[in-house]
């Protein structure tokens, strides 16, 4: 199966100088687990939920702290056309939950270890 046929379209963000209270009060009204950061309408990064944890267990100020402060900056993508199993293992030895699909230099949605966990349990 490819990512083409089980991400999500769109993706959420903010921007990189937005609070992290901020970014999670969307991640959690919008109930997704990662936001992509923006400087512009470039990707700088990827604010998960985790992210927020480990700000939070840092004791840092989320009224004052920066969503870039605090996301991953290496920003890995998966393309539509991509075999779902290889991109699983990807994300598996990152370590990472989510993955932003890129088509060309547009990031155009978002897929996460959920959506591939799908697909193995209903194939």
Do not use: Y
């Not at 779902?84 to 978002?110: C, F, K, N, Q, Y």
């Amino acid at each position: 199966m490819r990512v083409a046929e089980v991400f999500h379209p769109g993706m959420l963000s903010c921007a990189a100088t937005n609070s992290l209270e901020a970014a999670a009060a969307k991640m959690n009204s919008a109930r997704v687990g990662a936001l992509a950061v923006l400087d512009g309408d470039q990707v700088v990064g990827i604010l998960s939920e985790r992210d927020v944890v480990r700000a939070v267990a840092e004791q840092a100020d989320l009224r004052t702290t920066t969503a870039v402060q605090f996301c991953s900056r290496q920003v890995e993508t998966a393309a539509p056309d991509e075999d779902t199993r290889s991109v699983a293992r990807r994300m598996l030895d990152a370590g990472i939950r989510h993955l932003p699909v890129r088509e060309g230099t547009a990031i155009t949605g978002i897929v996460s270890m959920r959506d591939l966990l799908a697909v193995e349990t209903w194939l």
